[in-house]
């Protein structure tokens, strides 16, 4: 009986060390393109029946456990973050990020044209007299 008790913890102990191992189906650097988020969109989507939420600074919210290295198969450039919507057209999501000109977002999905736009910073420029 004791052998068989140490038999069935050792089994679970190498279950669990493979199961912590496991590796992402894909490994990637960081997603630096909203080209190549897009395609970690739709590979979770497909798994998922959902798109993944990144808040800014490469941080998942609250009600999602883990981390986006796991659930993406690569981390994505802490610049971009990905709002996630569901419209009566459909479910969907945006790329979204700024730099020192403005403000750009990249919509995917059923409402992408409502989610996409660019807005340039106002550029003060001095004049002499």
Known sequence: M????????????VILVMTLSK?????????????QIALL????????????Q???????????FGNILTKL???????YSIDTYESP????YRVRWEDNNGVYSIGYGADAQ?????NLK????????
Request: aromatic share 10%; with cysteine.
């Open 23 to 35: 590796k992402p189906d894909v490994q990637l650097g960081a997603a630096t393109t909203p080209e």
């Open 54 to 64: 990144i808040k800014e600074n490469n941080q998942l919210p609250e009600y999602e």
């Open 89 to 92: 057209n459909g479910r969907g």
């Open 114 to 118: 409502n989610w996409t736009y660019t």
């Open 2 to 13: 004791v052998r068989l008790v140490a038999f069935i913890l050792a089994i679970g102990c």
């Open 41 to 52: 969109e739709e590979a979770y989507f497909a798994k998922q029946g959902k798109y993944l």
């Open 122 to 129: 106002e550029v003060s420029v001095a004049t002499s007299t």
């Open 73 to 79: 198969g690569a981390t994505v450039d802490t610049k």
